[in-house]
């Protein structure tokens, strides 16, 4: 897994549906690796400490104000002083008028200088969950991912275990799938896991026996998905006799993904048990344990004994 991911500025560009006042070259070769930006009001006083260069800088309102105040000598200094740091991009929000420094230096320096319709803030909030998004940690998994009432389920298992045979079952009962055989899982934050799938793959499913087969066109729209949170990972197993299985699930076991925490279970498969609606009941009744409740303590509870599933509880909380 590489250190550090990039993003084009043409997908900022088509993203935010923004206007290019100038551009030297190809948005496409302008890859964009910091995922955040800055409001660039100390600088505009000349206050470069601490100043990272390779942010997105954002002109909003209160800089234009400041800007249209100081006189044009020093007006064009604070800018060339700006754009001299060469920046990835510089773009003026709620489509208010640039000066002729700023096209002058964008040409100079060599810094894109793009527009956008939207309110500053709102413009950034957009820009860096987008930016999150799209230059968060990630890492390729075997498996597959479904959403199932709400919660992605990460299923995984050895290959032949009946993990696309599940999905399909799942996709027909109305639940819809994300990915199939390869899951790109992102970290978009300290504790959340986002999964989806690589372009050239998404929608596809391989069914031994049948072949590959396109979920959106046999099922329509509503049966894929194009991204879902990983709240649960299930991991399949065939039958194993001499292994004992979890029959209370007091205890919640946790499995790290990118340093994330995610609520695991281990699912043994035999024929006669109906892995769809096993996997279900697992989605709801982690959804419930998310909020709080806990069946095998309340059973626990009713018969008057201890557990810790107080503690899961408290995990859960964390999650």
């Avoid at 639940?175 to 899951?183: G, K, T």
């Amino acid at each position: 897994m590489a250190d550090k991911f990039t993003v084009s500025l043409q997908k900022v560009i088509d993203e935010f549906k923004l206007e290019t006042i100038y551009i030297h070259k190809n948005a496409e070769e302008i890859l964009i690796d910091e995922n955040d930006v800055n409001r660039p009001g100390l600088q505009l006083m000349g206050f470069y400490e601490y100043f990272n260069p390779e942010r997105i800088q954002i002109i909003g309102k209160m800089e234009f104000a400041y800007l249209s105040t100081i006189d044009e000598k020093t007006r064009y200094e604070r800018l060339e002083l700006l754009f001299a740091q060469k920046l990835p991009a510089l773009i003026i929000t709620r489509e208010l008028p640039y000066f002729d420094e700023m096209l002058e230096l964008s040409k100079k320096y060599e810094v894109p200088l793009l527009r956008s319709k939207e309110s500053t803030s709102n413009f950034m909030s957009g820009l860096i969950a987008f930016l999150n998004l799209n230059l968060a940690p990630r890492i390729t998994r075997h498996g597959v991912l479904i959403e199932i009432y709400g919660e992605g389920v990460f299923i995984t298992g050895e290959s032949g275990v009946g993990k696309s045979e599940t999905a399909i079952e799942l996709v027909k009962r109305g639940h819809r799938l994300v990915a199939d055989d390869a899951v790109e899982i992102r970290k978009v934050s300290n504790i959340s896991l986002v999964g989806s799938s690589p372009d050239n793959i998404r929608h596809f499913l391989e069914l031994r026996g049948i072949g590959i087969i396109n979920a959106r066109r046999l099922f329509g729209m509503g049966a894929v998905k194009i991204t879902e949170k990983i709240d649960l990972v299930v991991e399949m197993e065939l039958w194993n006799p001499e292994k004992v299985y979890d029959r209370m699930g007091v205890d919640t076991q946790f499995m790290s993904i990118l340093g994330v925490k995610v609520p695991s279970l281990t699912i043994p498969v035999k024929p006669g048990r109906n892995l769809a609606v096993i996997l279900e009941v697992a989605a709801m009744n982690n959804r419930q344990k998310k909020m709080g409740y806990n069946a095998a303590q309340e059973l626990l509870d009713r018969l008057g004994m201890e557990s810790d599933a107080k503690e899961t509880v408290k995990n859960y909380d964390n999650f």
